[in-house]
Structures are given as structure tokens and as C-alpha cells.
């Protein structure tokens, strides 16, 4: 596609429900990563996708929070039981390969505000 | 700890001023620094990217520029509209985490028309 897409756009959901957040990376781009900014804050990172493996997860803030990535492609961050201090927005970048060089600029999507009620 | 740090926290300025927003880090062995502009319930939007070999970038109204000696950033606009209202974040990737961005938490900008 054109840009970095992510579904859904936004998600309500009652403390306690699972989620899951999805990333449709820029086609042909092997990197993908996910941050998440609170109301407020600056972006946290979260986890780091080079092709379908995660060299660096060391951002998830805990084990209720996975992500994977099947085909190179198509990212999916589950949250399990949410809590209210998980209510942030949830934003994906997927710029062009990193290997051999990092001289690019990183493209992100346009974020899946998830709200805990 | 590696961290990114931008001052002020929010600016209101009357259309027509040029001004500056500050970006500092930590550790000077930084690879890249960019700055993004964040709309209200939008994404990020890339405006500039300097290199660690660089002094400054520029595009258009924007000028950014990069001290890593002393560990600092500054985006200068110029001749402000109030279309430039917006969060502006700096971002900073280091040499030994090249491929991961950490973010100052920005500064949000109103233009006063």
C-alpha cells in the first residue's frame, strides 16, 4: 500500500477484555516497529520487527502485552486483560530496511487510540 | 540512560513570529535525529532528518540544526502561520540501537492568528 495502516482506528473496550491491534506495514518494508503514546507523553517504544522475528522487545511493558508478525508483512500487538493505564494511542512504523543502513527516514501510521473502560 | 529531552513543553506565539523549539539528549554517539510533526488525533508527519555527520537541515520555512557535542537540537521556524500549530517531536536514534527512535515528549505549538 501507499502508507503504514493500522485497524482499528479506535477501540473501547471494558478493563479486563483482550485486544488486538493491527498493522498493515508499507509493502516490501521488512522493518516494522510499535510505540505507544499516553495522553500527554512523548512515544514509548514498544517492540522492533525485523522480518518476523523480534530482535528487541525489551519495551512491552509487561507479559499481558505480545506482538507478532507473520509473512514479513502484517503485524498484530495483542493486549490481554487490559487495564485503564493501558489507554494510550498505538502507532506502527514501518520504514525501509535497516540492514546496512539506517540514513531513512521512518513512516508511521496514522495510530489505534484504545481506550479502557 | 539514553534519553531525549524538549523544551518548552507547549509555546504560543503570535502568527508572523519566527521561533525556535529545543531538543537536548543524552550521549553524543547518536546515528540520526529527526523531527516529526504530530496533528491533533493523526500520525507523525517526518519534516526533517540529519545525519550525525551534519550541521543543519533544511525544508522550506523549517531549519534544523545539530550540536552533538554539546547534545542539542533546534528547530527554527520561520515567519509562523497558524497551519505550523501542532506537537513537534524530536526523535534520536544512537549508535548502538541504530534501528530504534526514542522520543522527547514535544512540544505543542499554537499560532495565534
Known amino acids: 500500500g501507499a502508507g503504514v495502516s493500522q485497524s482499528p482506528s479506535n477501540k473501547v473496550t471494558e478493563k479486563g477484555k483482550d485486544v488486538e491491534l493491527r498493522c498493515d506495514p508499507i509493502?516490501?518494508?521488512?522493518?516494522l516497529y510499535w510505540y505507544r503514546q499516553s495522553l500527554g507523553q512523548g512515544l514509548e517504544f514498544l517492540i522492533y520487527?525485523?522480518?518476523?522475528?523480534?530482535?528487541?522487545k525489551s519495551g512491552l511493558p509487561s507479559d499481558r502485552f505480545s506482538a507478532e508478525r507473520t509473512g514479513g508483512s502484517v503485524s498484530t500487538l495483542t493486549i490481554q486483560r487490559t487495564q485503564q493505564e493501558d489507554s494510550a494511542v498505538y502507532l506502527c512504523?514501518?520504514?525501509?530496511?535497516?540492514?546496512?543502513?539506517?540514513?531513512?527516514?521512518?513512516?508511521f501510521g496514522q495510530g489505534t487510540r484504545l481506550t479502557v473502560v | 540512560k539514553q534519553e531525549v529531552t524538549q523544551i518548552p513543553a507547549a509555546l504560543s506565539v503570535p502568527e508572523g513570529e519566527n521561533l525556535v523549539l529545543n531538543c537536548s539528549f543524552t550521549?553524543?554517539?547518536?546515528?540520526?535525529l529527526q523531527w516529526f510533526r504530530q496533528d491533533p488525533g493523526k500520525g507523525l508527519t517526518s519534516l526533517l532528518l540529519?545525519?550525525?555527520?551534519?550541521r543543519e537541515q533544511t525544508s522550506g520555512r523549517l531549519n534544523a540544526s545539530l550540536d552533538k557535542s554539546s547534545g542539542r537540537s533546534t528547530l527554527y521556524i520561520a515567519a509562523s502561520q497558524p497551519g505550523d500549530s501542532a506537537t513537534y517531536l524530536c526523535a534520536v536514534r544512537w549508535m548502538d540501537s541504530s534501528y530504534k527512535l526514542i522520543f522527547g515528549s514535544g512540544t505543542r505549538l499554537l499560532v495565534r492568528p
Open positions: 509493502s516490501g518494508h521488512t522493518a
Open positions: 520487527f525485523q522480518g518476523n522475528s523480534a530482535p528487541d
Open positions: 550521549d553524543s554517539a547518536i546515528y540520526n
Open positions: 512504523a514501518s520504514p525501509p530496511s535497516f540492514e546496512g543502513s539506517v540514513d531513512t527516514e521512518a513512516f
Open positions: 540529519i545525519q550525525s555527520s551534519q
